[in-house]
């Protein structure tokens, strides 16, 4: 990026070479070492926005205060041009050397395609919707500058030597006339050369002007000017040896400006006075007058030229050099660092001397104070003067600053000591041990507040009525009983100098930073203050104080609540600067040998800081000339860049706010303003320069990404209605399924109870009913009475046990045990001739094992009825009850005659008898195995070495059931 004045040459432009004194106004030269792309500059123009526009002899450039933005198109042949124009519509026009033309439109530069068009540099004339132009042969063509269209072409004898833009009308020149046309190339007025056999002479140009016509002609050797007034010509300037030299002609105001190769020429139109040696030896080629009143000319040698305001920025040569400048009851005061003190004489615009020190040492201060009652030692090289009946005391040597703190007393920083110095009687000095004689003074006190150290300043604030010391050992103070240091932060502070305004003192620190000491007594870094340090000038004038930095000087009103920087340009660098003060409505700069006088400028100029954006970029996509700005999602990351049209003060303050969100600082030295990563959305950028909201605004919006489209979200609610509608199906079917299976499970239970019903009924079957009757009948006929009893005593306990069991889905193994050993006491008595046996393990607990109930009677009936009631001999049964890890074993094995025997017999009864509680305890252990259980049946048919029978062994394995 290039700064306009960061650096800056100043070159003089001299009113009267001889004059040693006079006022000189000043320019600021904008050359390449400070970033101007070239020096050779042909053209210069400020459009309607403000933007000035310069050709070189590298192309077109546009310059905004900050940068150089640079404008070419594929189809130039060459660069360098001239003959700058703005149309109607704000499109830039210019021509390079080549005779192309070409506009600038939406930031970019197009090329005005038109055949025949002259292949030499030649000017044009933008007017209204025209173009004229000249054409090859003794042509000229007016084309429409929208369609490009020829509307009329024009046959001349004699092909003019120029045409240009004169106000609202066409000038078109040859050798001896000079025509003024309107758009359309109707004649307005005609002008011969004052001597038109001639040849040698010829009319260079026509400006209209206050409603009168000025010419220039020139000859071989004489270059006049004429004022034409109807039919009066006269001659208001001429001058020899400039016919080879002129560049341009123009008007301004009421100023006459000639452009030459050796300067510049100004002529007043009114009091026709003459200024020739402008810019001597400077090649100028245009001059422009700003929006804000300041004139730029541009030189094909030196770059470009600001001129300030006219009567606003003046040049005093002064004989004093490293002086400073001090307003003392309206007396303007210079004092250099060799002694020599001197005021300005308004009459004669010059400072004269009035005092040398003897010494020539360097003059620290100069005060208005009466001195001579406090005898003083002569070796301090101090005076005391009078001019206009005034006493002011020089203060030199040692001797930095005096203050008075009432008649007679005064605080005083010498090298070597801080203290008060004044008459016996005064309260200050009176304090015990702190009196005594100081060897610089003659009849007098001082009151010690700090010795042996280098005091640099003394401040005294009468409102407090305190004195305050900057010395290399820190900041003192004192009053009329004590005395102490002031620190910051519990810190020692170094300040170089102190100055007071409205009850608050200013430390200016050796680190060029400012600290306050507020009426309340609290030290501060104000963070305004101190916002454009370090700083290497400080100086408190009444209300104003001045600051310099390394890149600006400003000034503050101290009156206003919260101080706002105003920055002053003078075009130096601010090393330069010795000291600044306000004099007569001025701003005053002494630098080495000089004193810039600048005229108190308003805050127009910065308020009226033209401030446009200029396109806005997002990814690689790039918008200018649009109020509609739109950006993918992806393309979220935002820049926009934007112009500040701030050429001259450099200063200020630019802020912005997105939507509704609180203003936010922005760097005075950026054109651009970065938004990262922002979310979809409408966005409205507002901006505020130096306090005023801009009219330009920025309103773009970052289009939602695909995934929050309406057409996403719409398939989104769609899926989740899929989903949701997917979901409530599936769950009605897992209800329906856990229905069944809670169906299914009834059905279970419900087929359990009728199978251990089933298993009931066949352990209650009438066979087994009827054969325990007839039994009890058959002991009741051989009247045995005891065994009647006994059987139908056993009979009852277990009609009662299996009752009671067919209530529960599971009981104790031994409960099981006690319903199978009722039960086989019973077939015993019935048939007397079976033996049975039962083994239990001792690791079987049949109290708290339990098992499903009745689950081993309908076996052991079954190997009864079908095995050994079929057998001769001895009836054997033995059970046995084990238990492994997991499981109760249950072993039944009889010495019947087996199943396959059993089978055969079944078959051959005429009944067809069907074993019941076999099929219902079956059917059973199926259901129970299906719930829950694993119950495991296996049938062992025993045979001999002949395959005869030897009855049946069943294993029933039971999963152990453990008590809950």
């Not at 949701?724 to 069944?740: D, V």
């Not at 325990?772 to 006929?781: C, E, K, P, R």
Request: glycine share 4%.
């Amino acid at each position: 990026m290039v700064r306009l004045f960061l650096i800056m040459l100043i070159s003089l432009l001299s009113l009267a070479a001889s004059q040693a004194y006079g006022q000189k106004p000043m320019s600021i030269n904008m050359n390449r070492a400070g970033g101007l792309p070239s020096d050779e500059v042909y053209n210069i123009l400020q459009d309607k926005k403000g933007f000035i526009w310069i050709t070189t002899d590298n192309g077109l450039y546009r310059y905004d205060g900050f940068e150089y933005k640079n404008y070419s198109s594929l189809s130039m042949s060459s660069k360098a041009g001239s003959y700058l124009q703005e149309d109607k519509f704000g499109r830039i026009w210019y021509s390079n050397f080549d005779g192309m033309i070409f506009y600038v439109e939406n930031d970019s530069l197009k090329h005005f395609t038109i055949p025949e068009l002259a292949s030499v540099a030649n000017e044009f004339v933008v007017l209204e919707n025209n173009i004229i132009i000249k054409k090859r042969g003794n042509s000229l063509g007016i084309y429409d500058i929208t369609s490009h269209k020829l509307k009329k072409e024009i046959q001349v004898s004699n092909l003019y030597y120029q045409i240009y833009k004169s106000h609202d009308l066409v000038n078109a020149s040859d050798n001896q006339f000079s025509y003024l046309y309107d758009e359309n190339w109707n004649l307005k007025f005609k002008i011969s050369s004052a001597s038109n056999t001639n040849s040698q002479n010829w009319i260079s140009r026509i400006i209209y002007h206050n409603s009168k016509y000025y010419c220039l002609e020139t000859e071989t050797n004489t270059t006049r000017v004429y004022e034409v007034q109807g039919n009066t010509r006269k001659i208001i300037y001429q001058k020899s040896g400039l016919s080879k030299l002129i560049n341009s002609f123009q008007i301004i105001d009421n100023d006459m400006w000639i452009c030459t190769r050796d300067g510049m020429i100004k002529i007043n139109l009114t009091s026709l006075s003459v200024d020739e040696n402008l810019l001597p030896e400077t090649s100028t080629s245009h001059i422009i007058k700003d929006l804000n009143g300041y004139f730029w000319v541009s030189s094909t040698s030196s770059g470009v030229y600001i001129l300030p305001p006219q009567n606003n920025q003046f040049l005093y040569k002064n004989e004093l050099q490293n002086f400073k400048l001090k307003e003392i009851d309206g007396i303007l005061w210079a004092y250099s660092n060799k002694g020599t003190l001197a005021y300005f004489d308004t009459t004669s615009s010059s400072f004269n001397a009035v005092f040398q020190l003897p010494s020539h040492n360097n003059i620290y201060d100069l005060v208005k104070l009466d001195l001579g009652k406090i005898g003083f030692s002569q070796n301090l090289n101090l005076a005391n003067i009078q001019f206009r009946n005034h006493n002011y005391f020089i203060l030199s040597g040692g001797f930095k600053e005096i203050v008075e703190v009432n008649p007679g007393l005064f605080g005083i920083a010498v090298t070597g000591l801080a203290g008060i110095v004044g008459s016996q009687n005064n309260d200050w000095l009176k304090i015990p041990g702190k009196d005594e004689y100081y060897t610089g003074f003659q009849n007098s006190r001082c009151r010690t507040i700090i010795a042996d150290v280098r005091v640099k300043s003394v401040c005294y604030n009468k409102i407090k009525d305190i004195l305050y010391f900057a010395t290399n050992s820190g900041i003192y103070y004192a009053n009329k009983t004590t005395q102490g240091e002031i620190k910051y932060e519990n810190n020692k502070v170094y300040a170089n100098k102190i100055s007071i305004f409205n009850n608050t003192v200013y430390f200016f620190l050796n680190n060029g930073e400012i600290l306050s000491l507020l009426p309340n007594n609290t030290v501060e870094k104000n963070t305004i203050l101190n916002s454009k340090a370090p700083y290497t000038f400080f100086k408190v004038q009444e209300n104003k104080m001045f600051l310099c930095n390394a890149a600006s000087i400003y000034w503050l009103n101290l009156d206003q609540k919260t101080p706002e920087f105003k920055s002053l340009s003078f075009g130096k660098h601010t090393s330069e600067i010795n000291d600044i003060t306000f004099y007569n409505n001025q701003f005053l700069f002494s630098t080495f040998n000089q004193v810039t006088k600048l005229i108190a400028p308003t805050d127009a100029i910065k308020n009226q800081t033209p401030f446009y954006i200029n396109y806005i970029q997002g990814g690689h996509k790039r918008i200018s000339n649009s109020e509609n700005y739109e950006f993918k999602s992806t393309e979220n990351d935002i820049v926009l860049h934007f112009s500040l049209l701030d050429y001259y003060t450099k200063n200020g303050q630019i802020q912005y706010k997105i939507n509704n969100d609180n203003w936010k600082n922005l760097d005075i030295n950026s054109r651009t303003l970065a938004l990262a990563s922002l979310n979809w959305g409408r966005y409205t950028v507002l901006f505020k320069i130096n306090g005023i909201i801009q009219k330009n605004n920025v309103t773009f919006t970052i289009l939602k990404p695909w995934y929050a489209q309406w057409w996403f979200i719409s398939l989104i609610c769609i899926l989740i209605l899929f989903g949701l509608y997917s979901i409530y199906f599936w769950r009605i079917n897992e209800n329906k399924k856990q229905n069944a299976l809670l169906l299914e499970k009834v059905n279970l239970e419900k087929n359990l109870r009728q199978s251990m019903l089933s298993s009931i009924k066949s352990q209650m079957n009438p066979h087994f009913l009827f054969n325990a009757l007839n039994t009890i009948q058959s002991f009741i006929v051989t009247e045995d009475k005891k065994n009647a009893a006994a059987y139908l005593s056993k009979f009852s306990k277990l009609t009662r046990s299996i009752l009671k069991m067919s209530e529960s889905e599971t009981i104790t193994v031994a409960e099981e045990i006690e319903a199978l050993l009722l039960y086989l006491e019973l077939e015993k008595m019935r048939f007397g001739d079976i033996n049975y046996s039962l083994e239990i393990d001792s690791l079987v607990d049949t109290q708290t094992i339990k098992i499903p109930s009745m689950i081993i009677q309908p076996y052991v009936e079954n190997s009864i009825k079908h095995g050994l009631l079929h057998k001769n001999g001895d009836k054997n049964l033995f059970i046995k009850i084990s238990k492994s890890l997991k499981e109760l074993i249950i072993v039944i094995e009889d010495n019947g005659i087996g199943r396959e025997k059993s089978r055969i017999l079944e078959k051959t009864k005429h009944d067809k008898h069907q074993s019941f509680a076999s099929n219902a305890n079956l059917k059973r252990i199926e259901i129970l195995n299906q719930e829950k259980n694993k119950i495991g049946l296996q049938y062992i048919d025993k045979v001999d070495t002949e395959n005869n029978s030897l009855g049946t062994k069943l294993t029933i394995n039971i999963p152990l059931i453990e008590e809950k």
